[in-house]
């Protein structure tokens, strides 16, 4: 092995706190990178692929009913490449293990075959046979999280008669990646199940013989949406069309989209940020680093080694530690990312579906960080070689410390010499100071940012479970009624309140642009209700008119004052126009809100509710309970606390993974560029503090010069940093603003204290290695040697 | 005038007896120190001769409490300093020893006259850091920094600093060794004023045998031993030396 090579391996092992910690460093900017990077194009390719496979329809649309025969007319609209038009219904699900029956869907299958769109995925069984009675397939994630296996029967309630259904097969479908009822938006695989029966056993149940009440389209190439959707539109209406709609507002993928756009914005913003503050950190440290081998890299143009033999050699240097710290990085990575992969096939239910480690992925993590370290290693390196070599085997000349503005105030009277040595390296080298500054506070930031999703899922949850949303029971009636049922509610064993809402399904439309949607009505002395926005203020309903969410408003294009149009999709479908009162920047949906009074009264309707807000005896709620599966015209009951449960257990618990992970990383570089600059300030102030001990300095009072000036520098990072993480965290939340909600950029106190916590624990750690170097220090030969 | 004659004077500062230090380096021992005795008698001016290697460094550093002999003992007046910890020779060299070395060693963040009082603070009965740079005629020069001062000046920052405290003993390793000769002059000129004005015991050590020209005590070390000890009658000023 040449000599140069030997001492490079020297240099690596003598150095190797550094080395490991810089390549700590490395490892956990490319691990966050392949990470959450990783995680993202493998949900976004297994959802494409699986999309692409089972046939998923770009266009959906629900009907009174059509006879067969309107599938023809479909057909022929232009851009349309494919129809399948088909029986679906709701369902109740009254299955013994849970204490509310579950809600879902039926969904005919034709009698032979298979359904020409949104294709079923058989995991176990098979296709019911044609003419069966009962027989039905179920979907995997309500058959899994019951343990239902082929052979099984069911309780389902069809059409108002319960009839006991018999598993013959498991399926996953696109239209259920992510399986929760229309409304919800967190996926309920407990209480929301599906059933595909053959046609013609089912068409009866529904009086639906040769008729269909759901159609699916698949679009040509190149066709406009919008075009055949109001082509649709035209054809379903005299059937009792309620309007098609795309796939982004299609139940499940509209959540599985706006899942992916908050990963992209996790997945590719935060991973760019950490590489790119590994990056920097590195540049910053291995330029340092190479600027103490100054003597070295004199030796070596003095003994004939030429520039780029000396570039070369800095740069073996930095892609020993590189290297090293990507692979770590890209292994430590994948594992995670698999890991976090796995996690989400919790919830979206994908088949097949893996994490995919993509070379190309892999390639710009390791370039950029080696980039960034060869370029700030080869520029001291060259820097110092470009010297005359007896020039550089000098010490370097002592740094200018002139008066500043410090001086002539006279502030230095009122510190001791010690004092001022740290206030006055700080003032004098404000370029070294600031650089360290910035990275402890880069560091700081990512820790801030890590932490800022499950912050703002910590607020949603509050928000709107404990402040907006009052009741414990939430009851859906099949139809809308009187508040007569609303009152005999309150009269079931446990009730101790009962209260009334209306919400009508309607279809927004203004300028040309529409959104199916929904309006509350709340009633005039509503306790248990309220809306609240996302800066925790109560936005009060309106005396008139309707009160938008924020973002529907700016979908639609309406501000405060403007007429709407409002077409009711249910009953008698009236269209009415609204007026636009105010609007509320709610967290939640995109919805209108109006008193119950003034929505009858728009609509021309007698006082019904569509559904009843309980407050409950906890301890009477086993009573209760049974006593309300017992209504009839009762489509669902659900207890706020299940859906904070299953919110809490599913995404919750998936923001905390991955927080956990981001502060782990964050955590390692800000420990990473803590320590090495500690150990750099070390290195360049070995001397002075040296020639302090010879003086009769304590081993303490030396230590509080150095790490005096490591404190200064970790205190003013800190509010820096979290200032940096407060506005990348703004900058990636805007990245991504999912219609179904938006999050609050509220980081909490106890973030911030986290934050500052971990940098002066590092801080502290850091201090108390180079301590340890500290008391070792040998006094002669630093006092010998010139460097 | 036994004071004007510490040559005479049987107080002994520091005295050494049997010092031994060897090293190991790698496989080989290297011996720096073989059997030295000598004594640094109070307010005498101690010049230690000797080629480089030959051991004169290892022994004022033994001397100033900065290392440790292998065996033979160290006493600052009746205080057997063989035995102290690195606590203890701290404190000894905080309270009693000056040191000036070659690379002047200041603090480049400090000016001249704070870098004095650094030391002034820590000490128990310090000089006025003022009163110090006047001594080594730098008064005027107090609030420029290091790289504001030519060499010789730097170095008499140092000396400064070494005595302001008012070091029972300073010792000085190769105070010259970085100057030209007419600051090498300067330099020893204060030296020598220092020694007289405040009767503080001087060693210095040079390999530039004319310097012991100016001393009370002449040592000289050839490989790790004592080779001569000459007590001289007459002293030649500091400015009268050449080389």
Request: net charge neutral; proline share 5%.
């Amino acid at each position: 092995m040449d000599v140069i090579n030997r001492k490079l391996l020297r240099d690596l092992s003598q150095m190797r706190g550094q080395v490991i910690t810089i390549g700590l460093v490395v490892a956990a900017g490319v691990a966050a990178y392949v990470t959450l990077q990783g995680t993202w194009t493998s949900l976004e390719s297994s959802k494409t692929a699986y999309y692409e496979r089972q046939r998923f329809a770009d266009v959906f649309a629900r009907l009174k009913r059509a006879p067969r025969s309107v599938v023809s007319d479909l057909e022929s609209i232009d851009g349309v490449a494919e129809v399948d038009a088909r029986i679906a219904d709701a369902v109740m699900v009254p299955i013994k293990t849970l204490r509310e029956p579950a809600s879902g869907l039926i969904v005919s299958l034709p009698d032979y075959g298979s359904p020409r769109l949104n294709q079923l995925h058989l995991v176990a069984g098979s296709m019911p046979e044609p003419g069966r009675p009962d027989d039905a397939l179920v979907l995997e994630s309500f058959a899994r999280a019951h343990s239902l296996e082929v052979g099984d029967t069911v309780p389902v309630v069809i059409n108002g008669t319960i009839r006991s259904v018999r598993i013959t097969g498991i399926a996953m479908s696109p239209e259920h990646v992510f399986p929760a009822p229309t409304t919800g938006i967190f996926s309920d695989e407990k209480r929301f199940a599906v059933f595909w029966m053959r046609e013609s056993v089912m068409a009866p149940a529904f009086d639906m013989t040769n008729a269909f009440n759901d159609v699916s389209v698949r679009l040509q190439p190149g066709a406009s949406l919008d075009a055949v959707m109001a082509a649709m539109d035209r054809v379903l209406d005299p059937y009792g069309g309620v309007g098609a709609f795309g796939r982004k507002d299609q139940a499940s993928n509209s959540i599985v989209e706006g899942e992916l756009t908050q990963l992209k914005a996790m997945g590719t913003v935060a991973p760019m940020i950490f590489l790119g503050v590994a990056a920097f950190l590195l540049n910053v440290v291995l330029s340092r680093l190479v600027l103490l081998q100054r003597a070295q890299i004199a030796t070596l143009k003095a003994v004939g080694y030429g520039k780029s033999a000396i570039g070369l050699h800095y740069v073996k240097l930095v892609c020993l530690i590189a290297l090293s710290g990507s692979a770590l990085g890209i292994a430590g990575g994948a594992y995670l990312g698999s890991a976090m992969t796995e996690m989400y096939t919790q919830y979206f239910r994908f088949p097949l579906l893996a994490f995919e480690l993509d070379p190309r992925l892999v390639s710009v993590a390791v370039s950029v960080s080696l980039l960034a370290g060869i370029v700030g290693a080869v520029a001291s390196a060259t820097r110092i070689a470009n010297l005359p070599p007896a020039e550089a085997m000098r010490p370097a000349a002592p740094p200018t410390y002139g008066s500043s503005l410090l001086d002539k105030l006279g502030a230095y009277r009122f510190i001791a010499p010690a004092a001022r040595m740290v206030v006055r390296e700080i003032e004098r080298q404000p370029l070294r100071t600031g650089l360290s500054v910035i990275g402890i506070a880069f560091a700081v930031s990512i820790m801030v940012l890590a932490r800022v999703s499950s912050d703002a899922m910590a607020m949603l949850l509050d928000m709107q479970f404990q402040q907006a949303w009052k009741e414990d029971v939430m009851v859906s009636f099949l139809d809308p009624l009187s508040d007569g049922a609303v009152r005999e509610l309150e009269h079931l064993p446990g009730v101790l309140y009962a209260e009334g809402m209306r919400m009508v399904p309607v279809r927004f439309v203004h300028d040309g642009r529409k959104r199916e949607s929904a309006i509350l009505g709340y009633p005039e002395d509503g306790q248990l209700r309220r809306v609240i926005d996302v800066e925790r203020r109560e936005v009060p309903i309106p005396e008139s008119g309707v009160m938008l969410t924020a973002k529907l408003a700016e979908i639609l294009g309406v501000s405060v004052g403007d007429e709407l149009r409002v077409e009711m999709l249910e009953g008698d479908r009236k269209t009415v126009s609204l007026r636009v009162s105010s609007l509320a920047a709610e967290p939640f949906g995109l919805q209108g809100h109006m008193r119950m009074s003034e929505l009858h009264r728009a609509f021309g309707e007698e006082a019904t509710a569509s559904m009843a807000l309980l407050r409950i005896d906890p301890r009477e709620y086993t009573r209760t309970e049974p006593k309300l599966k017992e209504l009839p015209k009762i489509g669902g009951v659900l207890r706020k606390q299940t859906i904070i449960d299953q919110f809490k257990a599913q995404s919750a618990d998936m923001m905390l993974v991955f927080s956990l992970i981001l502060t782990l990383f964050a955590a390692t570089i800000a420990v990473g560029v803590v320590y090495n600059n500690a150990r750099v300030a070390l290195s360049m102030r070995s001397r002075d503090l040296a020639s302090l001990r010879v003086l009769g300095f304590r081993r303490g009072e030396i230590s509080a010069v150095l790490l005096g000036e490591l404190a200064v520098q970790v205190l003013l990072a800190i509010p820096i940093g979290i200032a940096i993480g407060a506005w990348m965290s703004k900058a990636m939340m805007n990245m991504s603003d999912p219609e179904q909600y938006r999050l609050p950029v509220m980081l909490s106190t106890e973030t911030y204290a986290y934050a500052a916590g971990v940098t002066m624990a590092a801080g502290l750690v850091s201090a108390l290695l180079v301590r340890r170097k500290l008391d070792k220090l040998d006094l002669i030969g630093v006092l010998k040697t010139r460097e | 005038m036994t004071a004007a004659d510490p040559a005479q004077s049987e107080e002994v500062v520091l005295s050494a007896r049997e010092l031994v230090k060897t090293y190991q380096m790698g496989e080989v021992k290297v011996h720096a120190l073989r059997g030295v005795d000598m004594n640094l008698r109070s307010g005498e001016f101690l010049v230690l001769l000797g080629a480089s290697g030959s051991g004169k460094s290892t022994l004022l550093n033994i001397l100033g409490g900065l290392d440790t002999a292998t065996s033979g003992t160290v006493v600052y007046r009746g205080q057997d300093l063989t035995k102290a910890d690195d606590e203890e020779l701290t404190e000894f060299r905080r309270a009693h020893v000056g040191f000036v070395f070659q690379f002047y060693n200041l603090i480049p963040s400090l000016t001249a006259e704070e870098n004095v009082r650094l030391v002034a603070d820590i000490a128990d009965n310090p000089m006025s850091p003022v009163d110090a740079l006047e001594l080594v005629g730098l008064g005027p020069r107090k609030d420029h920094f290091p790289s504001q001062l030519s060499g010789g000046e730097q170095q008499r920052v140092a000396i400064a600093r070494a005595v302001c405290k008012q070091p029972d003993v300073l010792l000085c390793d190769e105070p010259t060794g970085a100057l030209d000769f007419r600051t090498g002059i300067l330099v020893l000129e204060t030296l020598e004023r220092v020694n007289r004005e405040l009767g503080t015991t001087t060693a210095v050590i040079t390999h530039n045998v004319p310097i012991a020209q100016m001393a009370n005590t002449v040592v000289e070390l050839v490989d790790g031993q004592v080779s001569k000890v000459e007590h001289r009658e007459t002293k030649l000023p500091a400015s009268g030396l050449r080389w």
